[in-house]
């Protein structure tokens, strides 16, 4: 009996196994079946946007050294060094082309000028090419955008992605000879005041570019050109401020990404010329502000390209960045201390034939390599020339004899870089016939 009594408990243990281990089966499965739900659907569903609105201020002639950050002894932008400290401010960024079309084109498509062929003024940005406002007008943002120059009308049209453009350069004449900042913050004030959310607004400001008005606060220090520079650069501060201000008080405020970027620097007489004609530090380093709502203020060093930007807007408000772009997201990806830095422009005198080659100039840890043709600058004569950023930030020192092999290898690394950029500019056959097939089918407009 007691054997028969401890097989019965044994069967009925044994049973009870069963049912247990059926049970972790079961639950094991459903486990892995719910695992599976998930990780299909993370993969294949549509990504969260945060749907945050964005103002993008681009700014002609902005040099990098004009703010309190950097030094500048006197600062001419309180009212941007004030908004800084709550923001990301990038201590170097660089503008890779130099002149106000290719750079205002690369921030927008977050393309390097090299690869979208602007040699001149009369260049078209290449159809097959998407700039952000049409990115994000996909994703039903309405977007507008305010330019005083004529010469970006290309990039501020209803088919580059903008449902809406103020032109003052059509209602205010010629930009370089009427001060347009405060117009055109205003114009922009009232976009934003009935823009649908979400919105992405493009300011451009043309202000500190020569030449040189008076401002309407403060009267310049002297009429040197770097006074009556910092005085333009004063007043386009100022009308920063009011964006600023009238942002804070918003409510869209706290739901808005303001991006502050120069597109390129001045020069005067630092390597014996003016204006913007040489691929200088002067020229090439800009300011670089983003404020991220929800984002810590912090400082990065760098060095950033103006092509970082579009994916660094895309990814602050939820979008993957694409293959397609080439920079990085400031915000999240760590920014190496050394990247290849090709500067290109060629002398907008090509277009029309007057004029052959251009500059090039490759940046590569601390070493800053120019290879020119001239045009109207003292310092720029055919050939290369050599800094060694280390010993001489200010590229005053010409060391290209000292390198031997190393300077060879820049050489032919910036050629190469020089190389793709005269295809860039010079369409294959191929190409040009298939576009005009495309504009014959109507897909293009001509």
Avoid at 323 to 343: H, N, Q, S
Wanted: glycine share 8%; with cysteine; hydrophobic share 40%.
């Amino acid at each position: 009996m007691e054997e028969r009594g401890g097989s019965e408990e044994r069967a009925v243990k044994t049973a009870r196994v069963r049912v247990i281990g059926r049970g972790f089966l079961v639950v094991g499965s459903l486990c892995s079946v719910l695992l599976c739900w998930y990780l299909w659907r993370t993969l294949h569903e549509e990504p969260v946007l945060r749907k945050d609105n964005i103002v993008l201020v681009t700014i002609a002639a902005l040099r990098a050294d004009r703010g309190g950050a950097a030094g500048h002894p006197a600062s001419v932008t309180p009212n941007l060094d004030t908004w800084a400290e709550e923001a990301l401010e990038v201590e170097r960024c660089y503008s890779s082309a130099g002149w106000l079309l290719p750079a205002a084109a690369t921030v927008l498509t977050g393309l390097p000028p090299h690869r979208l062929g602007l040699a001149g003024p009369l260049d078209r940005l290449p159809d097959i090419t998407q700039t952000l406002a049409q990115r994000l007008r996909g994703l039903g943002y309405h977007t507008s955008a305010v330019i005083g120059d004529p010469m970006l009308r290309q990039l501020a049209s209803s088919e580059r992605g903008f449902d809406r453009v103020e032109d003052l350069s059509l209602s205010h004449g010629p930009p370089y000879l009427v001060a347009t900042a405060g117009r055109s913050v205003l114009l922009a004030l009232r976009s934003l005041e009935a823009a649908e959310e979400p919105f992405f607004s493009w300011i451009n400001l043309q202000d500190p570019m020569a030449e040189y008005l008076e401002p309407v606060e403060a009267e310049p220090r002297s009429d040197q050109p770097t006074d009556l520079y910092d005085g333009e650069v004063a007043e386009t501060d100022r009308h920063l401020g009011r964006l600023f201000r009238a942002l804070e008080r918003s409510a869209v405020g706290t739901r808005t990404v303001v991006v502050i970027v120069g597109l390129f620097g001045q020069e005067f007489d630092d390597h014996g010329g003016n204006y913007h004609e040489s691929l200088f530090e002067e020229i090439v380093r800009v300011r670089l502000v983003i404020a991220v709502p929800g984002d810590r203020p912090r400082r990065l060093a760098g060095p950033a390209l103006l092509e970082d930007l579009a994916p660094t807007l895309l990814a602050a408000v939820g979008v993957p960045v694409s293959e397609d772009l080439p920079g990085l997201d400031l915000r999240a990806a760590p920014v190496p201390e050394t990247r290849d830095i090709f500067l290109w422009r060629d002398f907008p005198g090509r277009a029309f034939g007057l004029v052959r080659g251009g500059l090039k100039a490759l940046r590569h840890d601390d070493v800053s390599y120019l290879g020119a043709l001239p045009r109207r600058h003292p310092m720029l004569t055919p050939g290369y020339l050599l800094f060694d950023l280390r010993s001489d930030p200010g590229e005053h020192v010409e060391v290209s004899e000292q390198l031997g092999v190393e300077g060879e290898a820049l050489r032919k690394t910036l050629d190469d870089y020089a190389a793709e950029a005269v295809r860039a500019a010079q369409p294959p056959p191929e190409r040009a016939v298939l576009m005009d097939v495309l504009r014959t089918l109507g897909y293009f407009e001509r």
